[in-house]
């Protein structure tokens, strides 16, 4: 049993406009986690000169994150999600469309394996 899913996606060949723009990279996230069913806290993102972006969307369910090279048309991004039931696989495609990356690679992770054995509390 997993307490969590972490998925991995790395963007790249992307549109070096769409990556250092604050609002569409928010807006993206934030759809994302819509589009997940999941229940947006906060969001918060900040632009680094002269180019990229960072920005969280905190989830009841944990979070998403990105960030941004511009120079190197290159984003990762990051879904954690403790929920059984979320799929985070569910929007790479949407995200992916967002920023126009030409090639993306993702990698699941399950976080915080819990091995039952005779006698433990589950």
């Known amino acids: 049993m997993a307490l969590g899913r972490h998925l991995l996606i790395e963007l790249h060949e992307c549109s070096e406009y769409a990556l250092d723009d604050e609002r569409l990279i928010c807006e993206t996230l934030v759809r994302s986690a819509e589009q997940l069913r999941s229940t947006v806290l906060s969001v918060s993102s900040h632009k ?3 180019m990229g972006v960072t920005a969280i969307v905190m989830i009841a369910e944990s979070h998403l994150t ?5 120079e190197h ?3 990762a991004v990051d879904i954690f999600t403790c929920s059984p039931t979320m799929r ?6 949407f995200i992916a469309g967002r920023v126009r990356a030409r090639r993306v ?8 394996v819990i091995l039952q054995t005779a006698g433990s509390v589950a």
């Open 105 to 112: 690679e993702t990698r699941e992770i399950e976080r915080g």
């Open 66 to 70: 990105i960030h941004t090279w511009p």
């Open 88 to 93: 985070p696989t569910d929007v790479v495609d």
């Open 48 to 50: 680094f000169q002269p």
């Open 73 to 75: 048309a290159y984003a």
